[in-house]
T-cell receptor, first 116, second 109 residues
Framework: GAVVSQHPSWVICKSGTSVKIECRSL??????MFWYRQFPKQSLMLMAT?????????EQGVEKDKFLINHASLTLSTLTVTSAHPEDSSFYIC????????????FGSGTQLSVL | LAKTTQPISMDSYEGQEVNITCSHN???????ITWYQQFPSQGPRFIIQ???TKVTNEVASLFIPADRKSSTLSLPRVSLSDTAVYYC??????????FGTGTRLTIIP
């Protein structure tokens, strides 16, 4: 199946700093990527839909100035957690579809963010 | 978006067949049904997808009745490594996806 690469796998940062997470589609082009966050023992919560060449669409309650999404190419989307605080500590996961007509989602391996 | 309902948790012994049922009463005509598996601290992994009747691949089978208001994921002869959370999703094209609670499957030796 298609491969979605996500980096870093884990990151520890100090409160107030910014953290960038990368999501790459390795063997296909992804016009749309999705960003989720997941707290322990809970389900995945969709944060935003990242569209290549245009602004991301954020879900209700997700601060767009806090979670900056950039989808500058067909193979790369980035999520930047700005001025991170301990409550931003979570597991962040990206996903992508191979293309129109293909209904399957392929997920990155996730990024565990811990803000001290 | 069609909502899905699954059991919160299930236990099974090694070697048994496990069936996890998902209800999706509001499924639309062009919705597909897809199941994902997630291990701790990993992204979900695609297991199987279907539209109607039965689909089988090397790891699982998916049974979908004629009315498509439910679906059953069947895992044959489970092992300890099948302990994971299983999510049932109903998808439309490029529409965004919402994950339900999932089913936490625990395999007992």
């Amino acid at each position: 199946g298609a491969v979605v690469s996500q980096h870093p796998s884990w990151v520890i940062c100090k409160s107030g700093t910014s953290v960038k997470i990368e999501c790459r589609s390795l063997d296909f082009q992804a016009t749309t990527m999705f960003w989720y966050r997941q707290f322990p023992k809970q389900s995945l919560m969709l944060m935003a839909t990242s569209n290549e060449g245009s602004k991301a669409t954020y879900e209700q309650g997700v601060e767009k100035d806090k979670f900056l999404i950039n989808h500058a190419s067909l193979t790369l989307s980035t999520l930047t957690v700005t001025s991170a605080h301990p409550e931003d500590s979570s597991f962040y996961i990206c996903s992508a579809r191979v293309g129109r007509g293909d209904e399957k989602l392929f997920f990155g391996s996730g990024t565990q963010l811990s803000v001290l | 978006l069609a909502k899905t309902t699954q059991p919160i948790s299930m236990d099974s012994y090694e070697g048994q067949e496990v069936n996890i049922t998902c209800s999706h009463n509001n499924i639309a005509t062009n919705d597909y049904i897809t199941w994902y598996q997630q291990f701790p601290s990993q992204g979900p992994r695609f297991i199987i997808q279907g539209y109607k009747t039965k689909v089988t691949n090397e790891v699982a089978s998916l049974f979908i009745p004629a009315d498509r208001k439910s679906s059953t994921l069947s895992l044959p002869r489970v092992s300890l490594s099948d302990t994971a959370v299983y999510y049932c999703l109903v998808e439309i094209g490029n529409e965004k996806l919402t994950f339900g609670t999932g089913t936490r499957l625990t395999i007992i030796p």
